[in-house]
């Protein structure tokens, strides 16, 4: 007959690891989902008791589930009959379970658990540096004829994900060159962290000196948490939106639009905080940023007519500008200075009577080294006030051409105080630069087309031969031109150079 055999072996001793697992690797500064393993390949323990030591910048939250997967369907499951576990708001420096008298048997072993934000002597934990967490655990039990067994277990290190918010509002400077146009400004808040952003608030605090009561605001609803809101103050003038949920790496936009009223404080701040929905604490907040708005209108334009006295823009003649600056805003426009930069074609020319004023007076320098005209002051402004400026410019033709354009265009600066602490080196300057929304109203031009004349000489004898003694009559003919930007010629002097044997 045939030979069968068969073999099995017997162990008498438990083999235990333990491992964890940051679930959906969610683990953030405020919260996260662990998943603690432990695994037994050998021999049923007993009596085991287990401490599992993370950090105390975390409180256990709520035990999820228990879950288990034995070796031997046959044998009792015993891992949620343990005697003592864990209660919320236990700190996750160390956790502990403890189980009876009951076998443990061969099989892998779940606990899933939430964790949250720690507050450690008065100090919350949620904006600690998202360093490096070294979790371990320690184990005891007993296995065969009562022997006991400690065993230290060092997990996988954990770092937890962070939020960090960066605040911009755009334009941080401009300026309304009506009264009736809308101010409008750009809140940016970005995530630059890896974690989401929850529970995220942004506060814009508006200076008295824009209309609260037509106000509006965008925000796309995507970045709108379940909570959110949106309130005004109307006493203090700060706008708040709440809950606000942006993803790492994104950028929230809110686009704020209101009206700017002549009296008041035209300066604005902004500032950003995420906050932990457990314990009130911020995460992250960021600097405050500041806007300015200014009111003021630059006009340049030729008066009195649309051309000089005699009709054209000619060598000679004279040009009169009149420069306005429309003081929209009751604000102390200090340094205000306009400045026009002289184009080839144009001169200042001191001996022509009233060659420039100024109203209110204004210092005015002619800057002849660098072909400017300066005039500056300072000046209290207010909703209905000017400041006009006329001078008279003389045509040259120095660098010009007949038909040239010639733009001349006057240009605007200003500081204010907003602080209202005279202090200087705290005003904001206003200048016609590119960081400025609406910097056109700081610079104007007004042009023509430089004319001059077109002359033609010729010439004719009576007689095509001639012997000494004859007389020879010459018609010289001079003629301008027609064609457009030709002027008349005034003062024409002929001079013809006579001939040896003519006299």
């Known amino acids: 007959p045939g030979k069968s055999s068969d073999q099995s072996s017997l162990t008498t001793v438990p083999e ?5 697992e940051n679930l959906n690797n969610n683990l953030t500064r405020k919260d996260g989902t662990i998943v603690l393993t432990m695994v037994n390949t050998g021999a049923p323990v007993y009596n085991l008791d287990f401490d599992y030591n993370l950090s105390d910048r975390y409180k256990l939250q709520s035990i999820t589930s228990y879950s288990s997967n034995l070796e031997n369907n046959e044998v009792d499951d015993n891992w949620q009959n343990h005697t003592t576990q864990p209660a919320a708001d236990d700190s996750l420096n160390q956790i502990s379970w403890i189980y009876g008298n009951f076998p443990i048997a061969a099989g892998s072993y779940q606990i899933e658990f939430e964790l949250v934000d720690n507050v450690v002597g008065e100090n919350p934990r949620v904006s600690d540096d998202p360093i490096e967490i070294n979790p371990s655990v320690d184990a005891a039990y007993d296995y065969l004829n009562s022997a006991k067994k400690n065993q230290s277990f060092n997990l996988n290190n954990l770092t937890p994900k962070f939020v960090e918010l960066a605040i911009a509002i755009s334009p941080e400077k401009q300026i309304i060159s009506d009264s009736a146009n809308d101010v409008e400004w750009t809140i940016s808040v970005t995530n630059n962290g890896n974690a989401e952003a929850v529970n995220t608030n942004v506060e814009q605090e508006l200076g008295d000196g824009f209309d609260y009561n037509n106000l509006s605001y965008t925000i796309d609803t995507s970045y709108q948490g379940d909570n959110f809101s949106y309130s005004l103050d109307n006493e203090t003038g700060i706008l708040s939106w709440t809950d606000l949920e942006i993803p790492a790496g994104g950028t929230a936009e809110i686009i704020v639009t209101t009206k700017m009223l002549a009296d008041g404080s035209h300066t604005n701040t902004v500032q950003a905080e995420e906050i932990s929905p457990y314990t009130n604490e911020v995460e992250s907040i960021t600097e ?52 026009d930069d002289l184009p080839s074609g144009l001169k200042l020319d001191v001996t022509i009577t009233d060659h420039q004023s100024s109203d209110p007076t204004l210092a005015f320098n002619n800057n ?19 400041a006009v400026i006329n001078y008279k410019l003389r045509v040259v033709k120095d660098g010009v051409s007949r038909g040239d354009l010639i733009t001349n ?62 007389v020879l009559e010459h018609t010289l003919s001079v003629s301008n031109g027609t064609a457009a930007n030709i002027s008349p010629a005034y003062q024409t002097k002929i001079v013809e150079t006579i001939p040896a044997g003519f006299r």
Request: charged residues 20%; aromatic residues 10%.
């Open 16 to 20: 235990i690891t333990f491992s964890h």
């Open 288 to 339: 405050v940023k500041e806007a300015y708005t200014a009111a003021f209108n630059l006009n340049k334009e030729l008066i009195t007519t649309d051309k000089p006295s005699s009709g054209y823009f000619a060598p000679g003649e004279i040009v009169e500008y009149q420069v306005t600056a429309d003081l929209i805003g009751n604000l102390n426009y200090k340094n205000l200075t306009i400045i």
């Open 368 to 386: 002849t080294t660098e072909g400017q005209l300066e005039w500056s002051g300072t000046i209290d402004g207010s909703a209905s006030q000017k």
């Open 409 to 470: 265009t006057a240009e605007a600066s200003f500081d204010i105080d907003y602080l209202n602490d005279s202090n200087d080196s705290n005003d904001i300057q206003f200048t016609a630069d590119n960081s400025i929304l609406n910097n056109e109203a700081l610079i104007d031009s007004s042009e023509f087309n430089f004319e001059e004349p077109e002359l033609t000489i010729s010439r004719s004898a009576d007689n095509s031969t001639v012997d000494s003694s004859t």
